[in-house]
Nanobody
Framework: VQLVESGGGSVQPGGSLRLSCAAS????????MAWFRQAPGKEREAVAA????????????VKGSLTISKVNAVNDNSKGTLYLQMNILKADDTALYFC????????????????????????WGQGTQVTVS
């Protein structure tokens, strides 16, 4: 699985950004994809997840300001693009944002425990930097 993020940048507080993650190379028709972020000196933090069946998860800290979505490639189930629309950005949103790919079982685990662990995801992108100042 290959994941390539883009769309990061610098924005003023209150601004918006849309992150993209081009995903390819997976063969499963049912998967779970997610966004994590990591600020300097802090641990990687869950942001949002989206299952193939449309189920979503948002961390409490971002509910209402972020929207996760995905568009599949036409006639090619092994490719797609994951998006993260971020609105009303704050300085606390400054971080390196990572795209992650996981098996279908990741979403039931998220729902059962109410958290999203990076351990449940098998592939990662290199990250895209978001700076709010």
């Amino acid at each position: 699985v290959q994941l390539v993020e883009s769309g990061g940048g610098s924005v003023q507080p209150g601004g918006s950004l849309r992150l993209s993650c081009a995903a390819s190379g997976y063969t499963y028709s049912s998967i779970c994809m997610a966004w994590f972020r990591q600020a300097p000196g802090k641990e990687r933090e869950a942001v949002a997840a989206l299952h193939t069946d449309g189920t979503t998860y948002y961390a409490d800290s971002v509910k209402g300001s972020l929207t996760i979505s995905k568009v599949n490639a036409v006639n090619d189930n092994s490719k797609g693009t994951l998006y993260l629309q971020m609105n009303i950005l704050k300085a606390d949103d400054t971080a390196l944002y990572f795209c992650a790919w996981g098996p279908t079982s990741a979403m039931p685990a998220i729902q059962a425990r109410g958290i999203m662990s990076p351990l449940w995801f098998a592939a990662w992108g290199q990250g895209t930097q978001v700076t709010v100042s």
